[in-house]
């Protein structure tokens, strides 16, 4: 006898869609129910399902909604027409917007008559998704639930009231019909269309940096059009123990390497993966005497060399060599990349797309305000420059701190710059890296340190998007009123006022923005990225000569063959049919994603089979080694103690520090010698998703500066750290943010942009940029702080760590005349007229009797 438990289970392929929608931040969209008769009999439904024993019905889900009571229960409903019937239904399924079939499962034996039977019976299916674990997810079904309950009809008429309001509050003719007062706001306002003459909107295509856009009129902006990009650098990072430095030099800094009196010169070196026949572009900002070299290997022999930036590599070639020499003193190399192509691509680490590009509109004022100095408090924009810790930039070893600050400027265009200061006045054109002291052009320097107002004009060279202005001064100093506006002609000071757009995305390659017919922002998705492979639940598949083989069936979607993999150290992983060496990955068509780890890296024997926990550890950043046998260089092959050490300690050399004999559960913090392995892919199928967007763009009448930026960390939630301290008569009473490893953000910072109480920016917050650790922190005085509020922090994370490569152009829209704004209103009237119409006019609402009493059927479709 068949066992009949009423139940339903999520299928496997159910379960892979739902596990890559938790990791891709996804959904999986339940769009059809289907009903069976199990051939004539009940069955025990199996996960390897993909379609009913016998379909007999199938139709639209009404309803997807989350059980207010309890989150992991998703409830589905389902309407069975009148007109439908003549079958018994024993079995039940779900499909997603794909016909996968995504659960299925037995249904008590219930006969669904049809019209002409003379029985009237509509039918509603309500039953609920339990999600008790990631391997058992239930589907309990209540057949009873035919009659609509008051809780849920009064869900929906509360619904419908919340949406149109009190019509005895409409300033119209219509008190009790809302589509007839929405009909007479649309009347008047095609009306001012007519009268003031409709013209089609104006475009505007805004490349990255500043743009200058007229408008007719003070009128709100969209963005309508932005392509996505993708750049891959295939250099490591400098400093993750890959570079070679020869035995007598230290590590310094990051991205630094040094002579000593004891060898004559000095290298590091690299080789990188690459192809034959195959033409490449060398980056690097160099500050020293030194010289780069390119070699071609093909990993046992040297094919020749290069002593250009673009080069082709010949025949054989396995892998490209760089070598970086220094001649003399100390060198620093900064932003290293290689890239395909003839032309040296922006830099990354290492694989980038678009990430929350942003349109600014900056008014008044293109010097950003300075923060207020409470010594000086009738001082606009006061800063003083020997409190804030930063950097020299001209070169030269006076004591003292400069300020500087970076800005985005327009090329041929002529600036005029003022302030009052006590300080030396230096303005150099700059190439846009953060806080880079590779200045090209000194476009005005005074002479010394001068004291009382100042105005220079300069004109911006063509190609140049950035500019830095620096007060030099040796000891202490200020600067205040700080002003700098388009034209020859000083202005009054003036704070400088800032407006952004954010759209909130990552685009690759391929990905498209576009409006759709809904006038809705939307995204053309076709590839797909997954920040963190320690997420996905791999298992091993197989021990290789030197390697282990990983798999993971926790992705679906995804075009075989397709995807790029960045290790922990920057480097990448490639795409390939099989796994026969180290370091290769494979989407493959049995539906497994495949990864090549060395056991050099992991630490793995070449006999052991690592535990999962064991392969999530190594995702997130931790090596196993053998911990008796003394030193970190022995790999763990099943025998002995087991230890940890992060991964980019140099195993070889015993360079132990930070170890644990604790399998470790949590990721080692995030630096310039480790990051998260990463995983880009091309969907099969391109996936259409409705952009967010954080904030505004007004335009106003005339000339508008607008700045497109890019790689913005937007709105991030941050906890500030209270810090107290009274030593030797100086007293700190403050709060704190990404400072003393407190209160930290994401991300490596190179910029604070705004940082916001509820959601309004707070300009009482001091930032101060410490070229030391790499970040940009901020103060605030314990008297101004808010313990109730919520702060939220805009920045620019710092190199390596941008998320974003440059955007490309976005095209925006805004209205020509009075006329364009009314129409887009009309539009919109319209567009809920129609629908308010359909609530109205449909039936929406239909009654039935049976043996189970009255019920009330809504038509859903009408109330969303």
Known sequence: MVQTQYGTLITNIGLAKIANAQVTHSTVGLEYIALGDGNGAHYVPTQNQTALVNEVWRGPVAEVSIDPKNNNRIIIDAVIPVTVGGFTIREIGVFDDEGHLIAVGQYPEKYKPQLSEGVSEETIIHFVIETNNANVVKLNIDPTVIIASKDYVDKKFNNLDSRIGDTNKLETDYKSDTVGAINEVNDELSKLVENAGFKEPKSAVLERGANIVNAPIKTLSSVTALDGRTIVNLVPLFDSGLWTLHANVAMGTPKRIANTASVAAEYSQIDIPAKENTTYTLNA????????????????????????????TPAGTKFVRIILKVLSGTVVFENISLNEGTEALPFVANVQGITNPTIENVRHNLIPAFNINTTAPDMPGWLYIGAINFENVDGTSTAGSNARVLLQVVPGT?????????????ITTNKGSNWDDAQLTTLFEESAVQDGHMSCTFTIPAGVNFITICFIHPGNGFVAYPMMVKGTIPAPYKAQVREALTLKTTMYARDQLKLDTAGRLTKKKVMNNIPDLSVLPFTHSNNATGFKQLKTNQLTGFKVGSGMVTKHNGAIVPQGTTLGTADTNALSADGFFYLSVANNNSGWGPNYIPTDAEIKAYFMGWAMYRYDVGGTSTNYDGAGTKAWVPLYNNRANNEGSGF????????????GKWQPYKFVYQLATPVIEVIETAGSLTLD?????????DGRIVQEVVTPYYYYSSVAGTTYNRYEINTRTKSPLTHNTALFLQ?????????????????????????????????????????????????????????IEYAENLGSVVQSLVTAAAEIGARMSNVENKQNFRFGKDEGGVFIIIDEEALT
């Open 285 to 312: 900002i160099k500050t020293g005497n030194a010289q780069v070299n390119v070699e071609f290997t093909n990993g046992s022999s040297n094919l020749g060399s290069s002593g250009n930036s673009t080069f082709t």
């Open 414 to 426: 002529k600036y005029t710059f003022s302030c009052r200061r006590n300080a030396k006045v230096k």
């Open 660 to 671: 644990t004999l604790t399998l470790p559960t949590e990721p080692i913090a995030i630096s």
């Open 701 to 709: 009448e005339g000339e508008n500066m607008l700045v497109v930026s």
């Open 755 to 811: 940082i916001y109480k509820n959601g309004k920016p707070d300009p009482m917050w001091t930032f101060e940029h410490v070229t030391s650790q790499g970040y940009t922190r901020a103060f605030l005085d314990a008297s101004l702080f808010d313990p109730t509020a919520i702060y939220t922090v805009d920045y620019i994370p710092l190199d390596p760590f941008r998320v974003s490569a440059q955007t490309n152009p976005i095209t």
